[in-house]
Structures are given as C-alpha cells and as structure tokens.
T-cell receptor, first 106, second 121 residues
Framework: IQLTQSPSSLSASVGDRVTITCRAS??????LAWYQQKPGKAPKLLIY???TLQSGVPSRFSGSGSGTDFTLTISSLQPEDFATYYC?????????FGQGTKLEIK | EVQLVQSGAEVKKPGESLRISCKGSGYSFTSYWISWVRQMPGKGLEWMGR????????NYSPSFQGHVTISADKSISTAYLQWSSLKASDTAMYYCARLWGDGDPDAFDIWGQGTMVTVSS
C-alpha cells in the first residue's frame, strides 16, 4: 500500500489554519496515524485511527477521513508546530509511511 | 515511565557486522510488538519490520527482507536489529517503536531516541 502526502512542503504563518492530505493506493479503513517530527528528534504520535487525538496532544490538531483519503488539520498554527508531518497506514502489516510534509514558517 | 532506550551511535566500515539494541521499560515488554524504522539523512521514515517479543515471530518489509535481522530477548526486554555485512547505503538513523492498539494495530505510540549508524571506509 502506497501513501501519497500533499503538499510535500508548505509555508504558513502563526495563527493560520493548515491542512495536509494523505491518499492511500487502496482502502485502509481507518487504520491511519499521523506523526510530527522535529529536527534531530524521534517522531511523535499525534492522531491514530484516522481521527482520535493521542493523549496530551493539543486540540488544535484534528484528523479525518476513511478508506483512501485522509486529512490532518491544524486549526491555528503555533510556533512549536513547525515540523515535518508523516501519515502511516496500519491496515496491512507492511506499515508504510507517507513521504512527509515539511511545514515551514512564512 | 514507559520508554524505549536505544544503544549509542556506531561508526563502522563496509563489510562489518553490527547489532543495535532497543530496551523497553515501564510496561510488559512481551505484550506489544516492536518495529524498526529507518531514516536516511534528510529523508523520510521507512518501516523495516516488526517482532513479537513474546515468541520472536517477525515480519519484514520486502525492501529489507534478507538485508537485516530482527530479534529479541524477552528475558531482558530488549529487541535487536542486526546486519551481517554493512554497506555505505546503510548509513541512517534507526528508530525502534512500540506498536500499540487494542486488538487491531493503531499506531507507534512510544519511540526510542534513535541510533545513528554511519558506514564509511
């Protein structure tokens, strides 16, 4: 199963609302997770089961979708949100990741 | 505290062997699969494979099958990633991660800090 994220990079300002999409090459139900990775750090789980917020993650993060099309939305960007975001499918045991979306400060 | 602690950075020559480790603590190590993830310099995340520490059953990504070996020693709550003959293209950061889910797999909820492997002559 291939995952395609768009855009690959994105420039935005503090306070903006941003949306990142992830498309699967075949249906994966809701077996999708989103991660945030900052330079030099391990990825951090944000959302699992497509739309469930991991404990401790700010509510400005939200996820939606099922089947093949998914989105991650940040409602109001904060300075600490500038990072790279990855989607991951867990429908089949080959747990592929999307190629990543780098979110940069405008 | 639930955590995965990985072994330190390694510098090796092509053709050498290597085993890196990932020690779990703060939870029942045998209750959750462990996966390994590669990140080459400046690149994205690649899932390599997984192991069930309770019985050492493994699955590998087709991209890594035959190139690495994943193992575990449940008596010391440690998973391993091993190479028999390193190549320069193995230079990367390697992460272990806990596969979590209530029944079906949901996500990698706990990650190790990463082990940087550099292969250079």
């Amino acid at each position: 199963i291939q995952l395609t994220q768009s855009p690959s990079s994105l420039s935005a300002s503090v306070g903006d609302r941003v949306t990142i999409t992830c498309r699967a090459s075949q249906g994966i139900s809701s077996y999708l997770a989103w991660y945030q990775q900052k330079p030099g750090k391990a990825p951090k789980l944000l959302i699992y089961a497509a739309s469930t917020l991991q404990s401790g993650v700010p509510s400005r993060f939200s996820g939606s979708g099922s089947g093949t099309d998914f989105t991650l939305t940040i409602s109001s960007l904060q300075p600490e949100d500038f990072a790279t975001y990855y989607c991951q499918q867990l429908n089949s045991y080959s747990y592929t990741f999307g190629q990543g979306t780098k979110l940069e400060i405008k | 505290e639930v955590q995965l602690v990985q072994s330190g950075a390694e510098v090796k020559k092509p053709g050498e062997s290597l085993r890196i480790s990932c020690k779990g603590s703060g939870y029942s190590f045998t209750s959750y699969w462990i996966s390994w993830v590669r990140q080459m310099p400046g690149k994205g995340l690649e899932w390599m494979g997984r192991i069930d520490p309770s019985d050492s059953y493994t699955n590998y990504s087709p991209s890594f099958q035959g190139h690495v070996t994943i193992s575990a020693d449940k008596s010391i709550s440690t998973a391993y990633l091993q190479w028999s003959s390193l190549k320069a293209s193995d230079t990367a950061m390697y992460y272990c991660a806990r596969l979590w889910g209530d029944g079906d797999p949901d996500a990698f909820d706990i990650w190790g800090q990463g082990t940087m492997v550099t292969v250079s002559s």
